[in-house]
Every structure is written in structure tokens, then in C-alpha cells.
């Protein structure tokens, strides 16, 4: 991958709760900077992305938002994980593991 590529498709629910789970409530701007950053910046989350997203975890009830004041005084919708979204996360991560497992297997075939 090159410096700032979009995230790989399917993943995006799974590095959003994980970064939640890792660092907590966050706001969307917030958690997209944490992601890049974890990444050595080399995952880029865009917000057509991230709020689409974002909206779907808090109708299946995977996070929760509360509005909130940046440090620069600015409006902005905090997202928290909920059990639900912890428990979602783990799904997620178990199939990640396993098909990750797989494609190494198979690409390191000789």
C-alpha cells in the first residue's frame, strides 16, 4: 500500500470499535487522525466513509453518541462503545484472524 490509502473494504466497523475500545469516547474527526496515526499513517479513513459508518454502529447499537465541545470549542458528536459493539468487535476480530491466517497459508505455499 501506498501512504495513505483508503481502508480495505469490511474493515472499517472493526478498526472503529477497536480504536474506541482502545482509547474511548472519541469524536469521528478524532477517531480517523487515530487510526492514521496507528497505521504509521498509512490508512486514510475518509469522512464519506467514517460518518456512514458511524451511523449504522449507533442503529445496531454497537456504540453510543452524545454531543460534546472539542478543545477548540467546537461542536461535536462523542462515540463511546457500547457491550454490544465490544462483543461485535471480538466477532470481528476472530474472523479477521482466521481469514488473515488463511491468505498467509496460502501465500507463503511453495
Known sequence: MNAHDPIPPGTLDMLVLSTLARLGERHGF???EA???ASAD???VEEGSL???LQRML???WVTASWGRTAENRRARYYRLTALGRRQLDK?????RRVASALDHL???T
Open 59 to 61: 442503529i445496531r447499537g
Open 51 to 53: 460518518y456512514p459508518a
Open 92 to 96: 470481528e476480530l476472530t474472523a479477521y
Open 35 to 37: 487510526i492514521e496515526a
Open 107 to 109: 501465500l507463503n505455499l
Open 30 to 32: 478524532e477517531i480517523a
Open 42 to 44: 498509512v490508512l486514510r
